[in-house]
């Protein structure tokens, strides 16, 4: 069984694309803030607990619970 590879995925520095969303309702606040199919988002830090995750899009750093984070898949 193949998981599909969502931002939550990733460790602190890894980049990745976003493919697109699985959460429609938290999908229009991402893409409102940036985050779109096509956008490179990289993993700038993590909370010591492992959530939230900050971040880097579009030249600036979001903070996401991890729920969000897992929302949002890669290609």
Do not use: W
Request: glycine fraction near 10%; aromatic fraction near 4%.
């Amino acid at each position: 069984m193949s998981h599909e590879r969502n931002l939550a995925d990733l460790k602190l520095g890894e980049v990745g694309t976003v493919r697109g969303f699985t959460d429609e309702q938290i999908s229009l606040k991402l893409l409102e803030m940036g985050v779109l199919p096509g956008t490179e988002v990289m993993v700038y830090n993590r909370a010591p607990l492992g959530d939230p995750i900050s971040i880097c899009v579009c030249g600036y750093n979001l903070s996401l619970r991890l729920n969000e984070a897992s929302s949002i898949l890669l290609e």
